[in-house]
Structure formats: C-alpha cells, structure tokens
C-alpha cells in the first residue's frame, strides 16, 4: 500500500481528489492501491523535563541546567487519536510519500513521525508549491527522492532541540531569580523571542532618551515663467549636523535677512537625471507582512493566517511562508495560464491585462536565487473572488499586483537638481516628472512609491530652467524645528527588522559572514514570536505600535548578551541552514548548544543578577511545564557590554 502523509486534514482531501481517493475512512482518504492520511500540524512532542526524571518536576536552581541524555518524543494528548492513525497505517505502508508542507517544519512534522513509529521502508517527498489540481498533478509527476529532504529534518530537529534547551534552562532559571526579587511570573526566554524583545527594548529606550536638537530651515518660493515651486537654502559648512540641518540660529536669521532684501535668484546649474525603477520583485512572506501592516493596517499573524486561507482554502496563491521573491525559470511558461485565470476570477483588471506584455522577461525570474519555494504569485487556476472577505481581496490585490508588474516596462522618471545664487547664498530645488509608468500601473491607487523623496517635501514638477535664468522670489519662510525621535515599532517593521538582522551589524569579519537572507526566526514563525511576546506581557500595542513593557526591559537588563544580541541569533540560524544543506552535523551543533547552556547557567547560578522588576500584572503559569517557552533558533554576536564581562565564550563562533 502506498501512503500520503500530509500536515492538515484540508491538503489531505486536496491530495486525495486528485489521487481518486475518495473512499472516506477514519482519518484518512482511501483508494485502489493508495491511502491518504494526515497529521494535525505535529503529533509528537518533546517530553517536558519530569520526563527525564521526578527531580525535574519542581523548579529549582540546583537542578539546573537540564541536558537529556537521550531525547524523548509523545503523542500530543489532544491529538492522539490521530496518532494512532497514522501509527497503524504506516505499520500497513509498503511505500510512503511525505506529503506534508515543503519546508523544514513539514519535513519534522511528517519524519518524526517515521522515527518514532520505527518506519524503514521507502520514501519518497512531493514537494508543492499550490494546491490547486494542476500544481498538484505536476508534482506528483516529480516526486523527489526521500533522502534529498532528510537535511531538513535534521535542521528542523536541530533547531526545536535547541529551543527546548534555551527555554526549559534559561526560563526557569530567570523566573526563579525573578522570585526572589518579588516577582510572581514566569520570565519566558526563547532563542527568538528574546532577541526579538531586546530589538523593541532598544527601540523605546532611544525614544525615552531622545534629546530634541533644535535646527533652522528656510524655504524660499520662486517663480519663472509664470511656474512657482520650492527651493531650500543650504547652510555653509561648519553650520550643519550630519543630515545637512543648520544649528546656528544666527546663521539662519542672517541667511532669511539676506534672501528677504534681494527680488531674484539666478540659476547656477541644472542637472537632469532619468531614473528607471525595475518592477518590485513578487513577495516573500516578510516583505508581506511588512507591506500588509503599513498600507493595510493589518498584525502579521493576521498577515500569515490571511495568506494562509488564499493558498490553503481558496487556492488563489502559492505557498506563502517563502523567504524569496524570486520565481523558476521554467514557471515562465505558465505565465499565460495564470493572467488568463486571473482575468477570470476578475474581470475588472481585463483593461490592465491588455497592456502587459506577457514575454517581458524581469528580473524576478533567476534560479540562482530561488530557493526551496518561490516568491508567493497567483496560481494557474481560477478562484472564487466573491468568496473572499474584504481583507483576504485586499491582500490578494496586494500579492497580484506585484506578479502583474513583471509584464510592464520600468517606471520612469526625470529627477531634476537646481541650483541658485541668491545675495550670495545657495539655494536648490529638485523636482521629478514622470516620463512612463510603467509597472506603476499595475499598483492603483496603493502605489507608494509614486512619490520619489527630494529630501524637501513632497515631490514637484520644476519648470523648464537654465542655467543663468533668474527667477522671482516671491516668498520666504524660516522654520524654526527639532530633530526627531525614531518612530516605535510597527509589527511589519519589527518583521523587516528581524529578517534583515545583518544590516544591522558593525562589525566587518562578521558582516561578510551573514548573509542578507540570514535573520532572526524564520518565515514561518516571525509572527508566531511576536504574536507570543504580546500574549506574555513583554510587549504591548500602542495603536499600529508595538512597545516593550516595564518586565521586557527589566529582563533584557538581566539576561547575558548572548541570549538577548540578535546578531549572534542570526548566525544560530545560518548554522541551521548548513545543517539543512548537509554541510554540518547536527550532534555537533547540539553539543556546542548544550555545552554553552549548561556554562552560561553554572555561572548565573554561581553568580545571579540583580532583577529590577515590576509588580506582576499578567497572569502566567508558575513552575511546572515551560513547553510554551521553546521558540525558533536565537543567538547572537555581542558587542562589548557588561553583561559580555563573564568568561563565557560565544556558543557557536567557532564554526565559522
């Protein structure tokens, strides 16, 4: 008998229908030869600590750290009669294709299952990117062998052991030194999480910290030919910040007297520049999280659920937990296929499907960069627009446009530098026109990038000018103004964030070590961890904000840089994508992250901090289980702080 292992009942039955397994059983999907079944997300679990021995129940720093010897798994109690399904049927299977989500989790999901049920006969991997019928019969005439897939079961192992060792060790460890601090609950430290944390922390606290510097601005308006538009005055040297602003207010008021006493500014030169902007690539799941909470308003989980339904219930997408915007080369020819279903499923954007040009080749299709998925775009089959709500269209729109875009020329514009004389002092003006829309038609009116940033306002059109001209001034303003704050995080900006974690470090050895893709967490659990640190108490909404919390900040105090740094969490994850790759082995990472647990807990304990913190306001479970504490891969490259001062060394340094 030939088994179908899938991760949720809905792609099983979509599997099932096109296998012609349409014989209902208890769990499963049968037909001639072959039976579909499906797990619940995962059915096994890691043991909790008691498992590992009675000593383990009651949490106490002297049982710390906990290293298991060998590790255990057990069915999940809520899902256990689905266990026993799959138990039975794999018993049966002559042959098995893993048939759960084509990612690292999906691998764990349906092969520790394999491992725990003692299952040694083939395998095989479908790997899908749709569930739409013709996605699925085309990768069932592909299947992979099983052995390709299997680094990505060790990756993903490697990364929820290591979880479970950060967060059983280190949350236990802090919520019992936050008791003797007074505090009443459970201090949740995650791989992740905390790094994730510490990125708000440090956000809010340049905020609190901010000191306005006040600068002086003039804006003079000109005209020629009838035309107004704005120009600036540019402070001389020695006057300005690093942003160009003047802080000399008597430089200022000498510079606004002087323009106020003189009727023209003479042109000094003119530079034209035309500008070709490629079309955006389609979207990764970050970039949609990110482009969904700035223009739609919308939580990344939310973000995640929505694309979700549109790949899962109505079909309408690929796979959406893609950590590339990049798409195969040989998808290029179904890109007929796709436009035409798109007109079906809505007729409106018929006018804009007749000026695209569907052999135009961008540079979203590149093989180099595509990696296990693609970039999320429509699929080749129709889908039932009315049945999607008003958020599930928008992001739909979202996620369309930016395919439609491939098949429309640059957007091209004309950006025009002036420069002025006026009584000695400089002026400039710049101004943008646009030469063709380009790909900009495909975006409507949630187009955020028609306007082009002159660094003086909003976007204008200038007049024809040349050098020499002169132009009458008819206005001039002096501003006085204070330098701002940043801006607290919005839950797409932390996403963005915690995917482009290596822009962020200094540091050049271990700048050209991280990659650009290299981050914190995954596509599929960036929202899951900001999701968890709202539902704990660490963070908390502030509007489209997200702030940390009086607790966020006491605990990022006290817990040693390297759980906290995000940098040295982005590079725990390119270990994972070594393992996945079959460059590393996972038992030598997992001894290095046991190794660095049980030092970095010997010393706390030896020498605990002094926690600061506030009064406990959100209910959480004290002692027994921390399973709610594991999250994905975390670490991190500290700079040199105090809490760096304890002589323990980075967990995973030497490998690179």
């Given amino acids: 008998m030939r088994l179908f292992l899938c991760e949720k009942p809905s792609q099983g039955r979509d599997i099932a229908r096109v296998l012609g397994a349409g014989q209902r059983g208890t769990g499963c999907c049968r037909g001639q030869g072959v039976v579909v079944t499906w797990c619940i997300g995962h059915l096994l679990e890691a043991e909790e600590p008691e498992a590992y021995g009675e000593q383990y129940k009651k949490w106490s720093l002297e049982q710390l750290p906990i290293i298991p010897p060998a590790w255990k798994m057990a069915p999940k109690h809520g899902s256990l009669a689905q266990y026993r399904v799959v138990r039975d049927l794999l018993r049966e299977a002559t042959e098995l294709v893993i048939a759960t989500d084509a990612d690292r989790e999906g691998e764990m999901i349906a092969r520790e299952l394999l491992e725990h049920c003692g299952y040694r006969r083939p395998v095989q991997r479908l790997w899908l990117s749709a569930l739409n019928d013709a996605s699925i019969r085309q990768a069932l005439g592909s299947l992979k062998p099983g052995a390709q897939t299997l680094p990505l079961y060790h990756a993903a192992l490697a990364r929820s052991r290591a979880d479970w060792l950060v967060g059983m060790n280190f949350t236990r460890l802090f919520t019992l030194l936050g008791q003797r601090s007074g505090y009443s609950g459970v201090l949740s430290v995650g791989r992740v999480q905390t790094p994730t944390l510490r990125l708000v922390v440090e956000r809010d606290r340049l905020i609190s910290g901010f000191v306005p510097v006040p600068f002086w601005a003039i804006g003079v308006m000109l005209s020629h030919d009838g035309a107004r538009f704005l120009a600036q005055w540019l402070p001389p040297e020695g006057t300005v910040d690093e942003a160009g602003r003047c802080l000399k207010v008597e430089v200022a008021n000498a510079a606004h007297a002087l323009i106020r006493s003189v009727l023209h500014a003479k042109v000094t030169s003119v530079e034209v520049e035309r500008i070709k902007q490629p079309p955006p690539l389609p979207f990764d799941l970050s970039t949609l999280q990110t482009a969904c909470s700035n223009r739609l308003g919308l939580d990344v989980q939310e973000t995640l659920d929505i694309a979700q339904a549109l790949y899962e219930t109505h079909k309408a997408t690929t796979y959406p937990r893609t950590d590339t915007g990049y798409l195969p080369s040989n998808m290029f020819a179904e890109v007929p296929a796709v436009v035409k279903a798109l007109v079906q499923t809505d007729p409106e954007i018929a006018p804009l499907v007749k000026r695209l040009d569907l052999t135009r080749r961008s540079r979203a299709w590149d093989d180099a960069k595509v990696t296990a998925h693609h ?43 002036a420069m002025f004389e006026c009584g000695g002092e400089t002026l400039r003006a710049t101004g943008k026109r646009v030469v063709a829309p380009g790909w900009h038609l495909a975006m409507g009116a949630a187009n955020e990038a028609d306007s082009v940033d002159t660094g003086e306002g909003k976007a204008q059109n200038l007049p024809p000018l040349a050098q020499g001209a002169s132009c009458r001034i008819v206005e001039v303003e002096m501003k006085a103004l204070e ?88 590079i725990w994850e390119q270990a994972l994508d070594l393992i996945a790759t079959g460059q590393m082995e996972m038992a030598l990472f997992l001894s290095r992250q046991s190794e660095w647990v049980a030092q970095l807990v010997n010393h706390f304990r030896a020498s605990p901090p002094t926690l600061s913190l506030p009064v406990s306001t959100v209910p959480q479970r004290k002692g027994g289980s921390t399973k709610n504490t594991r999250d994905s891969v975390a670490s991190t490259k500290g700079g040199a702080s105090r809490k760096e001062k304890t002589g323990t060394r980075r967990p995973y340094s030497r490998v690179h």
């Fill in 375 to 417: 970039g999320i775009i429509p699929t080749l089959e129709p889908t039932r627009f009315g049945a999607m709500n008003d958020k599930e269209r928008a992001v739909y729109a979202l996620i369309r446009s930016h395919f439609l875009a491939q098949f429309l020329p640059h957007h091209e514009f004309d950006r025009t530098t």
């Fill in 483 to 570: 330098t701002s704050p940043p801006r607290p995080y919005t839950q797409g900006e932390l996403v963005a964030d915690m995917k482009g974690i290596a822009r962020r470090v200094t540091d050049p050895q271990l700048k050209q070590k991280l990659k650009e893709t290299t981050g914190i967490g995954t596509e599929a659990t960036r929202a899951g961890i900001i999701s968890g640190l709202l539902a704990r108490g660490f963070l908390a909404k502030r509007g489209k904000s997200i702030i940390s919390t009086g607790t966020a900040s006491a605990l990022i105090d006290a817990l040693p840089a390297p759980l906290s740094d995000p940098c040295t969490t982005a």
